[in-house]
């Protein structure tokens, strides 16, 4: 089994290793379990004039407030990759999509790229049900409690390929599944860059 234990606005890791146990004469490989220690969340900053950008960005502070956090750890076991994505410090009651993307965050909006998919569509931006779903790709939608925290999930039969996936960005609604706009959530609110 294979753990990973990553932070959103803080960082993603993957960490993963087989190990053999024996029990009495019998030897049977049996998958060991490596976890990486958690990281502190990271606030949310505003983009950087120039030079590196912070880890986790903030593109409107209004729904994402300069200093709000995001945790989100990732398990991958028997083919399969569980995310969990918890927030805390953002407005009450507001409903978010979220989504793991290609790219690393940058300045701009857009800068982090696509969101990952597992077949991906030949046709950009996808907008086709069949490549963007959520069996094909990893959303986290949420709606913030009346203190503006939220817990979300979700579970795939798949896992990422390395260096294909190196943010996770949070949109400004719930994520569409209608032909034409599916997978799409609006504006891009806020980004952390991680490598999956």
């Not at 060991?32 to 990281?39: K, S």
């Not at 076991?77 to 290609?102: E, F, I, N, Q, S």
């Not at 991906?120 to 996808?126: E, F, M, Q, R, Y």
Request: aromatic share 6%.
């Amino acid at each position: 089994m294979r753990t990973t234990a990553t932070v959103l606005m803080g960082a993603v890791l993957l960490a993963g290793g087989l190990a053999a146990c024996s029990s009495g004469n019998a030897t049977s490989p049996t998958p060991a379990t490596t976890t990486a220690a958690p990281v502190p969340g990271t606030p949310v900053a505003e983009p950087a004039a120039s030079g590196d950008q912070p880890a986790a960005i903030t593109y409107n502070t209004q729904r994402i407030p300069a200093g709000a956090q995001l945790a989100t750890s990732a398990t991958v076991a028997d083919g399969r990759t569980a995310v969990t994505l918890t927030v805390t410090g953002l407005p009450p009651k507001t409903a978010y999509g979220a989504h793991v993307h290609t790219k690393t965050c940058g300045a701009k909006p857009a800068d982090s790229g696509p969101h990952y998919q597992n077949e991906k569509d030949p046709v950009s931006p996808s907008v086709d049900p069949k490549y963007a779903n959520p069996n094909n790709e990893i959303w986290l939608d949420f709606t913030t409690d009346d203190k503006g925290a939220a817990t979300s999930s979700a579970t795939v039969d798949w896992q990422f390929r390395k260096g294909d996936a190196n943010a996770i960005v949070l949109h400004d609604t719930h994520t569409h599944t209608e032909p034409g706009k599916a997978g799409t959530a609006g504006d891009r609110l806020a980004c952390l860059t991680y490598a999956f």
